[in-house]
């Protein structure tokens, strides 16, 4: 459903239903790097369904309905922020980074590469708010510099500079 013409007729909910059922652990994730308290990311998300709900007809399709969304979810956790005058520190590891799925690994190697993994989790969740959420967009969301560019209302060279740092600091 992610094309403007497949939208005419549709009914919202079933739209609803697909963004939610392909995106919303995701857009949880992503709102949690951004709030850092996963009740907070929670609300943050049902938000965003709500408001995509009551405002899918004004959807134009300038971008993609992933875009579209992903930039609300980037609002309203913004939105979040302000509000919020103590951020909490991470605590807990994300196992949205590097979901471990291979049986044919030992639990000695599982063990090792969790741990790396909460390694690199925890690193990416300490960098400034700027420079995590171009990486979290760009590797663990898969968009492009020129789609970050847009959600972050910046330009993609920008992007580009703010994911080369991002490296150096990682």
């Not at 049986?103 to 990416?124: C, K, W, Y």
């Not at 708010?129 to 060279?157: D, F, M, W």
Request: hydrophobic fraction near 40%; charged fraction near 30%.
């Amino acid at each position: 459903m992610e094309n403007i013409d497949l939208l005419v007729g549709v009914d919202k909910v079933v739209v609803l239903e697909d963004l939610m059922e392909k995106h919303g652990r995701e857009l949880t994730n992503f709102a949690y790097v951004y709030v850092q308290d996963w009740g907070v990311a929670e609300e943050v998300i049902q938000d965003v369904f709500l408001k995509c709900y009551q405002n899918l007809d004004t959807f134009r399709g300038d971008a993609s309905l992933k875009t579209w969304i992903y930039r609300i979810t980037i609002n309203r956790c913004r939105d979040e922020i302000r509000k919020s005058s103590v951020r909490k520190l991470l605590t807990s590891p994300l196992s949205y980074f590097y979901p471990l799925k291979s049986s044919e690994l030992t639990p000695e190697d599982l063990l090792v590469l969790e741990s790396e993994q909460e390694r690199i989790a925890q690193v990416v969740l300490s960098l400034p708010i700027k420079y995590r959420e171009v990486i979290i967009l760009h590797y663990y969301a898969n968009l492009k510099t020129e789609e970050i560019g847009r959600l972050i209302e910046t330009n993609a060279k920008t992007v580009r500079t703010r994911l080369r740092r991002a490296r150096q600091l990682l």
